[in-house]
């Protein structure tokens, strides 16, 4: 609604507009100059060219050779290699970004009590956030490795060894238990600062009332929680969708035998080594299609429950 | 782990048991809290005692500590090693992050004013036209970006990385720059138009002092984004350009996969700057962070 007036009020004033004002977008111009045109050579010219390539022929110097339809799209989803990643990638996303949220609100209840004890916890919660992606994972595989600490304690013990890195389906989860160890301080700080909006009062009267902490947490906190939850969703997924650093350090480059490999990283192994730009491109374009619907469909979901309450 | 709602209705009680109720709670909370802050802790604490440990030493027991046998030769090592020069390294990316940031803030903040100050449809039309940024995925448009910068000679080179990285965080800098003059009364502008200063002049001399907390928050992010950063690097640098961290702890353990006294000396030589930062900054990460998101 507020969106249409402000509409309204921008399409009114242009018509009046003065010649002083007209004057002052002159000078506006070199001022908002630089960044439109970086911005259009480094960030949207290669979008486009990214759209282009996936309906066209390349040969491996990357020279033009006309357009084939969704020729790049049917053969980047009819390879095993590639479906995989996108299934991954799905997985990844998707379990990655329900565990780290509903930890995340979890421990951010926990957290959210004054105190340097406190302090401390949210500190080691969120230290990863400050660490590269690609550190994480080699940090990770050095513990995980056949010889690395958790193994060696676990045969201290008399147990066997966990194949984290190297049995396929082990290492999916080893993937995602290292990406929640690598993303869970951010969720838990944003949820934190969303916590911080709660008066404090309400909070209070309830306890008065007889709420006991889970009618008010569901009753009070959840619903004004509802803003950071979506964002948390959002930024997560997106996120996560991308992966790419920690594939390349954690199981060095999608192994074992490329299960798992992300798209992103496929996006970048057929385009470069494998000269596959066409394809390349067709994954380019599904993740950025991806990345708008599910930002999409969050926001949309999280508009009609705001209309209902 | 909640108490069962209490029925009895009878106050003195109630508030008895409340207190109790408190403390069992914080119990609860910590016997949750401390596994997990553990499990954080423990990956930190295994590379710094096995980066001064004998491989022998961390194969045979990780998580001890050997006080008549720790050394500091693989550190030491470490330093010079011929295949991974950290010192250098620090000093190539502490350059990147260096360069990234005065461009993105020259760049950046002019057009922020105008946006912000800008009444009409095309103001409008601009900061959309940024946003449209945050939802490109960064590796989805590395391999055509590539072929941009071949066309103007700038693969292989640090103005090309520098370019990409910097055009990587317009759209966040600019969102976060426009909301912040947004909040600066118009008033101080106007002291300035009738002082005679022209757009540009105004802006820096005038609004950009005054945009110290945002300008800081950028600095956080955009330092530890370029820092951090390694698919630009290694693929826009190229194998034979100088490393950064990133690009050359992923070059070094190309080589040296299975010999712990080098992986774990170079792995607490790379997070050590970064810890040491999170120390000294942690309150100003978390609110830039917070801005950052919370914002968007």
């Known amino acids: 609604m507020t969106a249409i007036s402000k509409g309204a009020v921008g399409r009114v004033s242009r018509p009046t507009a003065p010649l002083g004002r007209r004057l002052a977008g002159l000078a506006e111009f070199p001022m908002a100059f630089p960044a439109i045109a970086l911005f259009a050579l480094f960030e949207l010219l290669p979008t486009v060219l990214a759209v282009v390539y996936s309906f066209a022929s390349l040969d491996s110097f990357g020279t033009f050779r006309g357009f084939v339809g969704f020729d790049n799209y049917v053969r980047l989803l009819s390879d095993a290699n590639s479906v995989r990643a996108l299934g991954v990638t799905a997985v990844l996303a998707s379990v990655g970004t329900v565990l780290i949220n509903v930890i995340g609100v979890g421990l951010a209840v926990l957290l959210n009590h004054p105190g340097t004890i406190y302090h401390l916890y949210r500190a080691a919660i969120f230290y990863p956030f400050v660490i590269s992606g690609l550190v994480v994972g080699f940090i990770w595989r050095a513990i995980l490795n056949p010889d690395g600490a958790i193994n060696s304690l676990l045969r201290g013990i008399g147990l066997p060894a966990i194949p984290f890195l190297s049995d396929g389906n082990t290492a999916l989860a080893t993937v995602i238990g290292v990406t929640i160890w690598n993303s869970l301080g951010v969720t838990v700080i944003l949820y934190l600062a969303g916590l911080q909006t709660v008066p404090a009062e309400l909070l209070e009267a309830a306890s008065v009332d007889g709420a006991n902490a889970w009618q008010r947490f569901r009753k009070i906190v959840w619903p004004l929680l509802g803003p950071t939850v979506t964002i948390n969703i959002v930024l997560t997924s997106i996120g996560l969708l991308r992966t790419y650093d920690l594939i390349v350090s954690l199981t060095g480059g999608g192994g074992p035998a490329g299960q798992t490999e992300t798209i992103a990283y496929r996006i970048i192994s057929l385009g470069l080594a494998g000269g596959q730009v066409g394809q390349s491109s067709a994954g380019a374009v599904l993740l950025f299609l991806a990345t708008i619907v599910l930002a999409g469909v969050v926001l949309l979901l999280r508009r009609r429950n705001e209309d209902i309450t | ?296």
């Open chain 2, 1 to 296: 782990m909640t108490t069962t709602p209490s029925i009895a209705p009878v106050r003195p009680t109630r508030r008895r048991r409340g207190r109790a109720g408190a403390r069992a709670a914080a119990v609860v909370r910590h016997a949750v809290l401390i596994p997990i802050a553990l499990l954080w802790l423990v990956p930190l604490y295994v590379v710094i005692i096995n980066a001064f440990k004998t491989n022998g030493d961390i194969v045979a027991a990780p998580f001890e500590i050997p006080f008549d046998r720790i050394s500091l030769e693989y550190l030491q090592f470490a330093l010079v090693n011929p295949n991974f020069n950290v010192v250098g390294a620090y000093g190539y990316t502490a350059l990147l992050v260096v360069v990234n940031i005065v461009l993105l803030i020259v760049i950046a903040g002019p057009v922020s004013y105008v946006i912000s100050r800008g009444l009409n449809t095309r103001h409008r039309a601009l900061l959309f036209y940024f946003l449209l940024g945050t939802f490109i995925p960064g590796q989805a448009i590395l391999i055509p970006a590539t072929t941009v910068l071949r066309t103007l000679g700038l693969m292989n080179s640090f103005p090309g990385l520098v370019l990409f990285q910097v055009v990587a965080h317009l759209p966040v800098t600019i969102f976060l720059f426009v909301g912040y003059i947004r909040s600066i009364p118009r008033s101080i502008d106007e002291a300035a138009i009738i002082d005679g200063a022209g757009m540009l002049r105004r802006y820096w001399s005038v609004i950009f002092p005054l945009m110290r907390p945002i300008v800081a928050t950028v600095v956080i992010l955009t330092g530890m984004g370029v820092w951090n950063d390694f698919v630009h690097p290694q693929i826009i640098l190229g194998p034979f350009s100088p490393k950064t961290v990133t690009t050359g702890i992923y070059a070094a353990f190309g080589l040296y996969v299975n010999d712990y006294t080098i992986i774990f000396p170079d792995l607490l030589l790379a997070i050590a700057p970064l810890l040491i930062f999170f120390v000294f900054m942690q309150r100003h990460i978390v609110s830039g962070l917070t801005t950052g998101a919370l914002k968007s």
